[in-house]
């Protein structure tokens, strides 16, 4: 009996020295684009072992292991994997799109047990997609804006709150949108007390200054800077949900420089989500969203949940003049953007995937194009979806950055990101977490999915 267990423990420990067993990789003559600096560092070879760098130096000095899988990347471009700060990944379909676009890391902002299974079958080789960082389920007032969400309506139950997503394994809370004050302080006291940091929404009964004294970790969408940096003479007294989005058009351009730098001063990170309210869209041109050609990859549950008629699709309901707003708001959005960026406040890059319209993978690179936008130079907009990205989740020495003992999360270019931001998605091919997938490899696996999603069931 007791050599019975011996043995099994011997093997379970060999099982888990040999897996993921990915071979080492040797990316040879590629040009590095670390992300500590904005640098170029020509003609590198770069060693990958077991999943992480191992070595990197001049091409002529390195020396090759016997049996590594080599990669020719002359003329070519090697950053760190990309991070969705931002997402509400649900279909396990979408784990793959991220990785094909070479975000390598996700930061999930409504979680479920379903999170926590994809984080280990991942981490374990079994199931291809990105890196999870996930929230537990929302935690909001009464009544919640979202089914599933916890309804914290007694400060005494907020302990409890944060002690059972801690155990649960989750790595942040959520705080959301109907939280009163004094739950909300509850809340940020608990998350202080178990580990867990606060990164979410600005509740409506609080002002962005509420948030900023709190600590809060993250603030998302931008949530609360209209309200903060309205006019003198707006028609908005006060903000809420109904009116966040239409205030941004009357905002005092002024106000927005101190917010950002209250926002440095307490190390406040922003995701700014900025594609998603450009994704609002009703009828032709909801119709013309899903024609896009990216929409084949997205698996046919989703789609009909973003179909003009469906009753799953929220901003069907919305009045077209909302709607309006929500397009009308980005050059003010922009200019809050342009304001931390220009007071040095932590900008990390997310989308609000999983809303309609906002794609697994594709939508991040769009998201980059409107930071670029907004006044970020590409390296700026670049850093907050990897090196700041990690600096937000306090992992800046295990990801987010090409440098030795570093997860090998890595992308391969053929053009430089740093020239034109759209370059970033020019891939030759994906390093996950060690793991060499080509772009052809991946393009291959797509169009198989469509046809599959294609097929009459
Ligand atoms: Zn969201």
Redesign the pocket.
């Known amino acids: 009996m007791r050599y019975t267990t011996a043995m099994n423990a011997f093997l379970a420990a060999l099982f888990l020295l040999q897996s993921p067993a990915e071979p080492t990789l040797a990316i040879e003559h590629v040009a590095v684009i670390p992300m500590d600096r904005e640098v170029v560092l020509a003609d590198q070879t770069v060693i990958v072992v077991d999943g992480r760098i191992t070595t990197i130096g001049a091409a002529a000095e390195v020396a090759v292991p016997d049996g590594a899988t080599r990669i020719d990347g002359r003329k070519r471009f090697l950053m760190p994997g990309l991070a969705d700060m931002?997402v509400?990944v649900w279909d396990e379909n979408d784990l793959y799109l991220f990785v094909a676009n070479g975000v390598t890391t996700v930061r999930n902002?409504?979680g479920a047990p379903r999170h926590l299974d994809w984080r280990t079958r991942i981490e374990a080789g079994e199931l291809i997609g990105p890196r999870i960082y996930t929230a537990g389920p929302i935690v909001d007032g009464e009544p919640a804006v979202w089914p599933g969400s916890i309804e914290l309506t007694d400060p005494d139950d907020a302990d409890g709150v944060a002690k059972e997503q801690k155990d649960a394994g989750y790595d942040f809370l959520k705080p959301y949108s109907r939280l009163t004050p004094d739950n909300y302080d509850a809340l940020v006291a608990a998350g202080k007390k178990h580990g867990l940091p606060l990164m979410g929404h600005t509740p409506v009964a609080l002002g962005l200054g509420d948030v900023i004294d709190a600590g809060q970790t993250s603030v998302?969408?931008l949530d609360g800077f209209s309200e903060a940096a309205q006019r003198g003479d707006s028609p908005f007294k006060t903000v809420d949900g109904r009116t966040d989005i239409p205030a941004w058009k009357t905002i005092d351009e002024a106000r927005l420089a101190p917010i950002a730098r209250a926002m440095r001063d307490a190390k406040v990170w922003n995701c700014p989500?900025l594609v998603v309210l450009q994704k609002w869209a009703q009828g032709d041109d909801a119709a013309a969203l899903l024609a896009r050609p990216e929409m084949r990859f997205v698996s046919p549950f989703i789609r009909a949940g973003w179909e003009p008629t469906s009753p799953m699709n929220y901003l069907a309901k919305l009045p077209a003049s909302y709607v309006t707003a929500a397009h009308e708001a980005l050059p003010f959005q922009q200019k809050a953007v342009r304001a931390l960026r220009d007071a040095g406040a932590g900008i990390v890059a997310g989308t609000?995937m999983?809303?309609p319209f906002v794609i697994a993978g594709f939508a991040l690179h769009e998201e980059l194009a409107y930071l670029v936008g907004a006044g970020l130079t590409p390296y700026e907009a670049l850093r907050a979806a990897t090196a700041d990205a990690a600096r937000c989740m306090k992992a800046e020495n295990d990801w987010g950055t090409i440098a030795v003992g570093r997860r090998a999360d890595l992308v391969l270019l053929s053009a430089n990101p740093l020239d034109d931001v759209t370059n970033a998605a020019l891939r030759v091919g994906v390093v996950l977490h060690g793991r060499w997938l080509t772009e052809d490899t991946m393009r291959t696996e797509l169009e198989r999915r469509a046809a599959a999603f294609d097929e009459p069931r």
């Open positions: 931002h509400h902002m409504f998302e969408h989500t609000d999983g809303n």
